[in-house]
């Protein structure tokens, strides 16, 4: 089954405004990836956090891996209509070193 | 430029015949695997591979089947499909020392009927 929980699965917004999805875990994760797949089109990494706490910024998009490695974020700042997509977290999950996806949350803006 | 690249974007088959997808990537990478996405429930691991004629079982491996005879090559074989199998199918690629940025293919549409 899935080891992280990504909530929402779907979130409306007014272009303009601020976008946050979570991806959480019952156990402690080694590392945490994040993708964007754009609607018909395929996944695409982002970005991968490994350390306790840590924070990295791509321009509008913040990215924060819980002190406990256990919960991460994505945070997109005054979104625009090209951040329409569905956004997805992946961990390692159990003994394995293949990451396990989240479900996803969808983003739509309306313009 | 880096490229994942699948045979087909859309297949419609029928119910009991023997589909194969493929997959191929031109990055060298030793890791292979094959998806299947579903509105809602994400992607899911069916198989993957981290060497020529290796093959681990991800999440969801029944029903499938999968071959690498070439390390650039990845084939996802449905022995005989059924309309459950009715997905998106994405095959990705990662290097030996890097399971976690994974480079995605465009996808097949498989539709059983």
């Known amino acids: 089954g899935q080891q992280v929980m990504q909530i929402p699965q779907y979130q409306h917004v007014q272009e303009g405004e601020d976008f946050t999805t979570y991806c959480n875990s019952s156990t402690t994760l080694s590392n945490i990836q994040w993708y964007k797949q754009r609607p018909g089109g395929h996944p695409v990494f982002l970005i991968q956090?490994?350390?306790?706490?840590e924070v990295k910024k791509q321009k509008r998009l913040t990215f924060q891996f819980g002190e406990a490695k256990k919960n991460s974020s994505l945070h997109i700042t005054a979104t625009q209509t090209t951040d329409v997509g569905t956004y997805f977290c992946?961990?390692?999950?159990?003994?394995?070193?293949?990451?396990?996806f989240g479900r996803g949350t969808s983003l739509i803006v309306h313009p | 430029d880096v490229k994942v690249t699948q045979s087909s974007r859309y297949l419609v088959k029928r119910t009991g015949e023997k589909v194969f997808l493929e997959c191929v990537q031109d990055m060298d990478h030793e890791n292979m695997f094959w998806y299947r996405q579903d509105p809602g429930l994400g992607l899911r691991l069916i198989y993957f591979?981290?060497?020529?004629?290796?093959?681990e079982k991800g999440d969801i491996p029944e029903g499938y089947s999968v071959s690498r005879e070439k390390k650039e090559r990845f084939s996802l074989i449905l022995e005989s499909a059924s309309t459950n199998q009715t997905s998106m199918y994405l095959c990705?690629?990662?290097?030996?020392?890097?399971?976690?940025?994974?480079?995605f293919g465009p996808g097949t549409r498989l539709t059983v009927l």
């Open positions: 990705a690629s990662t290097r030996e020392d890097s399971h976690n940025e994974q480079f």
């Open positions: 956090l490994v350390k306790s706490g």
């Open positions: 992946a961990a390692p999950s159990g003994g394995s070193y293949i990451p396990t």
């Open positions: 591979s981290y060497d020529v004629k290796m093959k």
